[in-house]
């Protein structure tokens, strides 16, 4: 993908969550509305009622960071293609492997942290061992699984890419932060993926 096209992904992603985001809370504040109505305004006092609605500064702040979610890692993915040659998913995925014991993980660890499916890893890992930057092994302890192996050539290619994942970092994230206190927003934001937020979600059976 090239960088022009990249950009306009970039732009085209952003009125499309820009719409999204702005459709999401005016429905929300009618129907807060109405249930404000049946129930003659109780809500309105109760700071414990999960659906009463956000004030302006919380609005402003769940905008913020549901555009920041969606639009932060599709820059980045834009500045790695362009820098690196990789894209966000497999330079995660080379990170996660060059920080596991043995530079080693087995499919399903590796397809949870880098939050991608089953199929979706294993089209992944088929493009870097295409490339030598990663190699498929039997689990050892008992072999009939199957481990993603970080190559030296894919700790290099890494190595290689780390500086321009590290100047989009501080470009696209860290120059908008430095007026915070960034240890108590670390704290903040990280209560919102806390480490079971891997465990997959259960459909429960409606009565």
Not at 44 to 52: F, G, N, S
Request: aromatic share 4%; proline share 6%; hydrophobic share 45%.
């Amino acid at each position: 993908m090239g960088t022009v096209q990249c950009s306009r992904s970039l732009v085209g992603a952003g009125k499309v969550v820009d719409r999204a985001i702005n459709v999401m809370p005016w429905k929300l504040r009618r129907q807060a509305s109405i249930l404000e109505t049946v129930t003659q305004g109780t809500r309105r006092h109760d700071p414990a009622d999960p659906t009463l609605p956000l004030d302006p500064d919380e609005d402003a702040a769940w905008r913020a960071l549901a555009r920041a979610v969606i639009v932060v890692p599709r820059v980045l993915d834009a500045d790695l293609i362009e820098g690196a040659g990789l894209n966000l998913a497999e330079y995660i995925a080379l990170v996660e492997l060059s920080e596991a014991p043995g530079r080693a993980m087995r499919m399903n660890e590796l397809a949870t942290l880098t939050d991608l499916s089953r199929s979706g890893l294993s089209r992944l890992i088929e493009r870097l061992v295409r490339q030598g930057l990663v190699s498929r092994e039997p689990f050892a302890d008992d072999g009939r699984g199957r481990v993603a192996q970080l190559t030296e050539a894919g700790l290099r290619r890494l190595e290689q890419a780390y500086p321009h994942a590290l100047a989009s970092v501080r470009r696209n994230v860290m120059k908008q932060l430095a007026c915070l206190d960034l240890p108590a927003f670390a704290q903040a934001v990280g209560s919102l993926a806390p480490d079971d937020a891997y465990a997959p979600a259960r459909r429960t059976a409606r009565a």
